[in-house]
């Protein structure tokens, strides 16, 4: 896929507001400080469209993008980050949920796991959590430039050999870096593939 466009179209505070569901809409969600930001501006290859900063937590909305006029990439807000109150998190989850839950045009979510790190018990309950609520998603593994080859390999061998402590069969994954590129291609050929397969919501009514 060749991205020509890539627009922001506004950013939500809950479901009610997002965009009409008229085209098909990946969305992008990890934990804070995952380089989720710098994943999505290489993706796109717009510098800046996912604003990045080194303060985790700053997404705090539903930020959507319209790719190639064909296509929503949606950012969602981190999870995990533990310096904001009771209150805002629960916020924060209620609007995951509702969207992972509810958005009609959802068809895939693209979880970002840290590479560097060993299996977190807050990613292993949200993408069960994702399993059992029949979510469709994939996992993309971040900043594998920080990384030599076999740590790499070592990290995401025993990530699978985790998972399928609880899991019959693997769910899709790509091993990504922004820095390098990695990866930016499969991603985007599986969306261009999966885009195939959308139907448009009898409801849905774009107002762009």
């Not at 804070?32 to 290859?45: A, E």
């Not at 469209?49 to 950012?75: C, M, V």
């Not at 390999?153 to 990695?182: C, H, N, V």
Request: aromatic share 10%.
């Amino acid at each position: 896929m060749i991205i020509r466009s890539a627009n922001f179209v506004c950013s939500s505070t809950s479901i009610a507001i997002c965009p009409p569901a008229s085209y098909p809409e990946y969305a992008f969600c990890g934990r804070s400080n995952v380089g989720k930001s710098s994943l999505i501006n290489m993706l796109t290859g717009v510098k800046g469209l996912a604003k990045t900063s080194s303060t985790p937590g700053k997404t705090r909305l539903i930020n959507h993008f319209l790719i190639n006029e064909a296509w929503y990439l949606a950012d969602l807000p981190g999870y995990g980050y533990a310096r904001i109150s009771k209150s805002a998190k629960a916020g924060w989850e209620q609007m995951i949920t509702d969207f992972l839950l509810k958005r009609e045009n959802l068809m895939c979510l693209f979880v970002l796991i840290d590479s560097r790190l060993e299996p977190q018990q807050i990613d292993k309950e949200f993408i069960s959590y994702l399993a059992e609520r029949g979510v469709p998603f994939v996992i993309l593994f971040t900043k594998a430039d920080k990384l030599t080859k076999n740590q790499l390999t070592s990290k995401i061998a025993f990530y699978k050999k985790e998972l399928l402590k609880s899991w019959e069969e693997l769910p899709t994954m790509f091993i990504t870096s922004a820095e390098l590129r990695t990866s930016r291609e499969d991603v985007l050929r599986f969306i261009e593939e999966t885009n195939a397969l959308f139907e448009k919501p009898e409801k849905a009514e774009s107002k762009l």
